[in-house]
């Protein structure tokens, strides 16, 4: 890979990807040319917990998955609007984040598919309770926001 396919004009790029929901908000970060899946939020307290996240991992590219339409659609292009007039010098992204849930389940039940001895539905409420599928879903829309900015990226 290029040098400059991960770096935004001087800084290199770190980039924090967003899967925000009702009860879980999935994390994932980019650095050093690799997408890390990080924990999922639960609760409410999103923004603080998103703030501390940036403030930690020096974070200067956010990616926001959004819906095409629906409540959740609206409740996050206010955390856009929040997150922009917070942190003017980081570049925040907004994609479309249609069906990255249901790839982030397929993921899973293809991990489920090389592991022995459990249940397939077991195992995907498993993900799901412990906020796995959450978190898959965020690094799946960090990967189109890096796409968007023509950043690579491993796995």
Known sequence: ??????HIGDKAVVALGLDVGTQKTGMALYKN???HILT????K???PAIIKAIHDHNVNVVVL???PYGDMRSKILQLHKDLVNRFPNINIILVNEDKTSKIARFEVSAEYAVSSGVNRSKF?????RRG???SRA????????LDKLGVEYEI
């Open 40 to 43: 999922t939020i639960v609760g």
């Open 65 to 67: 998955g959004v819906p």
């Open 138 to 145: 965020a690094a799946f829309i960090l990967k189109m926001g």
């Open 132 to 134: 796995k599928l959450d």
């Open 33 to 35: 040319g690799v997408v």
């Open 1 to 6: 890979m290029c040098p400059s396919s991960k």
């Open 45 to 47: 307290q999103v923004l």
């Open 124 to 128: 995907l409420r498993q993900a799901k």
